[in-house]
Nanobody, 116 residues
Framework: QVQLVESGGGLVQAGGSLRLSCAMS????????MGWYRQAPGKQRELVATISSGGTTDYGDSVKGRFTISRDNAKNTVYLQMNSLKPEDTAVYYCKAHSITWADYWGQGTQVTVSS
């Protein structure tokens, strides 16, 4: 059973930083496109960032220049470094593993709260 386990969420003041981690229990982690999504109360889930197996990254417009996604294939882990956080970044953040060959997987989510 493949699992994605997120960690690193919490409460931070506006302007602060957090680093999220997502560990995947598989030996083919490097073949997955990994992504971070978020969902705020009353809103649809939205893309935050993705990173391909080769390291190509993509970001949602609202986080460009502030967030950085990275991956460590040796540790089966994807990270999201979040800087200059704003109250509107408050949401549950989800990790996703995507593949056109195998099933997609989602993590359970981690809460990020940014106070003003």
């Amino acid at each position: 059973q493949v699992q994605l386990v997120e960690s690193g969420g919490g409460l931070v003041q506006a302007g602060g930083s957090l680093r999220l981690s997502c560990a995947m229990s598989t030996n083919i982690f490097s073949r997955y496109i990994m992504g971070w999504y978020r969902q705020a109360p009353g809103k649809q889930r939205e893309l935050v960032a993705t990173i391909s197996s080769g390291g190509t990254t993509d970001y949602g417009d609202s986080v460009k220049g502030r967030f950085t996604i990275s991956r460590d294939n040796a540790k089966n882990t994807v990270y999201l470094q979040m800087n200059s956080l704003k109250p509107e970044d408050t949401a549950v953040y989800y990790c996703k593993a995507h593949s056109i060959t195998w099933a997609d997987y989602w993590g359970q989510g981690t809460q990020v709260t940014v106070s003003s």
